[in-house]
């Protein structure tokens, strides 16, 4: 996931993904010619080192796909924060559901996180993947991850420098 107060660490998150990755380009506040040839960079990136791309909000760029409502020929994610949205995702066509937040994160700020157990059944059933995303790392994956979620987001593990919740991992490794 990316977004404005991500900065330059994006770049080092795009150089440490592993090929077969996903990113879901963000950057909501950006203005839009900004934002372009931001995206742009990105997807020229995310070629090289064979990363999937889809894009949040409207785009007039091609990316692999898109992020929540918009049409799309590819790839379609689908935030799902209860399960009524997840039901949404499935009838869309959703290929994957992002559920969240599994912990608190400052990307909301005034959201208490769901945890795993909670988040798995928002999705369960749907035979849709399901992608862990609220304040989470690497740490927090491997515990979650026998829960049934197909993979894990994030935006803060990304970024080293940031002061983290007291009960994360101190390892920015995703």
């Given amino acids: 996931m990316t977004e404005e107060?991500?900065?330059?660490?994006?770049?080092?998150?795009?150089?440490?993904l592993p090929p077969g990755?996903?990113?879901?380009?963000?950057?909501?506040a950006t203005p839009e010619?900004?934002?372009?040839?931001?995206?742009?960079?990105?997807?020229?990136?995310?070629?090289?080192?064979?990363?999937v791309v889809v894009v949040a909000g409207n785009s007039t760029i091609r990316a692999d796909g898109v992020h929540g409502r918009a049409q799309t020929q590819g790839i379609r994610t689908w935030p799902a924060h209860f399960r009524v949205e997840a039901l949404a995702g499935k009838r869309a066509g959703a290929d994957a559901l992002f559920v969240s937040p599994i912990h608190p994160t400052r990307s909301h700020d005034d959201a208490a996180g769901?945890?795993?157990?909670?988040?798995?059944?928002?999705?369960?059933?749907?035979?849709i993947p399901l992608i862990a995303l609220g304040g989470m790392n690497e740490a927090r994956w491997r515990r979650i991850q026998r829960f049934g979620f197909h993979g894990w987001a994030a935006i803060d593990a990304w970024m080293p420098a940031i002061r983290r919740h007291p009960d994360e991992s101190r390892d920015p490794v995703p």
Avoid: E, K, T
Wanted: glycine share 14%; proline share 2%.
């Fill in 114 to 127: 769901i945890g795993p157990r909670r988040a798995i059944r928002i999705g369960r059933g749907l035979g």
């Fill in 33 to 51: 010619q900004d934002r372009r040839a931001l995206l742009r960079r990105v997807i020229r990136i995310a070629q090289a080192r064979r990363l």
């Fill in 5 to 16: 107060r991500m900065g330059n660490a994006l770049w080092l998150a795009l150089g440490r």
């Fill in 21 to 28: 990755s996903g990113v879901v380009f963000r950057h909501y």
